[in-house]
């Protein structure tokens, strides 16, 4: 979740930030319209860029956009994505803190990607203004996994739209409950899932943040595994959690400034769903940005949240509808308890 997620949670959780892709040049023959829904499962047409999945969707005109997908996230379109549509949009004095206006969900070209889930009874998109080095056409966020079936599948980079209730056949300690909280308007998910995961032995809460990202410095992505690689997956912890931590296990690697100014630690092993997984990254955020900013979309408190580098050996199935989350191992070193 980001300051472009979402407008009110401006500096909440550092996320997403995707290279648009670059317009079809003005010869190019323009792609038929996309058809109606196709039969599930269907496979999204997806670029997998460092443990996040961004959707490639076809503008009429043959651009392609460039659409993060972020479970944790606000769904959006920003005004570059907006131009290559050819939307109409007014910048607002701050963009901080207003949008440039809305538009209906677009008619896209090529192959199909679904409409968020409707609110009073239409399909409206917010157009954002980008935050300052942010280069991204938009964000598909909780509204638009909310109420449907979605496999990740991190080892193959494909994301996928299932049948409802089209869950693996797993045991049921690979199985969790996402905990969602309800809207008062409508009754209602919010569609942000909160979810258990274990470290040291120790249950913690956390946000289900599949495009949570990193915005590295240089030294910090080389301690990392690649200084030319600024931006990628990463899971975030409470500043208090990482302090414990810190002190209990000064031999855990620690970079002090490495993602956006935050300290970050990085934890050996993490139990997700009874599956054993790491080391994970982790870059620490303020209290305040779980315990107050979050209340508003979230059901009970959290002590961070989980993205893609937590994910990495994972074929993941959500099925919104029955709140239910699986977890397959697909790693040749998977290690079950």
Not at 17 to 45: F, S, W
Not at 75 to 95: C, E, H, I, V
Not at 227 to 237: D, K, Q, T, Y
Not at 271 to 286: K, N, Q
């Amino acid at each position: 979740m980001t300051r472009f997620a979402a407008l009110g949670l401006a500096a909440l959780l550092a996320a997403g930030a995707g290279v648009a892709a670059t317009p079809a040049p003005a010869h190019a023959p323009r792609p038929a319209p996309a058809k109606g829904q196709p039969a599930l499962p269907h496979a999204i047409p997806t670029r997998f860029d460092q443990l996040r999945f961004f959707v490639q969707a076809r503008a009429p005109g043959g651009a392609t956009l460039d659409l993060i997908t972020d479970t944790a996230g606000g769904t959006n379109l920003s005004t570059l994505g907006a131009t290559k549509l050819g939307l109409p949009f007014t910048m607002p004095a701050d963009p901080r803190r207003a949008a440039a206006g809305s538009a209906p969900w677009p008619r896209f070209a090529g192959a199909w990607i679904p409409a968020p889930r409707a609110e009073s009874g239409k399909v409206e998109v917010p157009i954002l203004v980008p935050p300052r080095g942010v280069v991204i056409d938009g964000m598909l966020g909780a509204r638009w996994f909310a109420d449907r079936t979605w496999e990740w599948d991190y080892r193959a980079g494909t994301l996928r739209m299932l049948p409802k209730g089209a869950l693996p056949k797993l045991a049921p300690a690979h199985v969790l409950d996402m905990r969602f909280k309800k809207d008062t308007k409508d009754g209602q998910a919010t569609g942000f899932a909160r979810i258990p995961a274990r470290v040291e032995g120790t249950d913690l809460q956390f946000l289900f943040d599949t495009g949570a990202t990193f915005r590295l410095g240089k030294k910090a992505a080389e301690q990392l595994g690649d200084a030319g690689v600024r931006e990628r997956a990463g899971s975030f912890i409470a500043i208090n959690v990482l302090k414990g931590w810190r002190e209990r296990h000064p031999d855990w690697p620690f970079i002090e400034g490495g993602d956006s100014g935050a300290p970050m630690i990085r934890v050996p092993d993490i139990e997700i769903a009874g599956w054993h997984t790491g080391p994970v990254w982790f870059s620490a955020r303020p209290d305040r940005a779980f315990d107050e900013y979050l209340a508003a979309v979230i059901d009970k408190p959290v002590s961070g949240a989980l993205g893609g580098n937590a994910f990495a050996t994972f074929r993941i199935t959500a099925d919104y509808p029955s709140g239910k989350l699986a977890f397959e191992q697909v790693s040749p070193s998977a290690r079950s308890r």
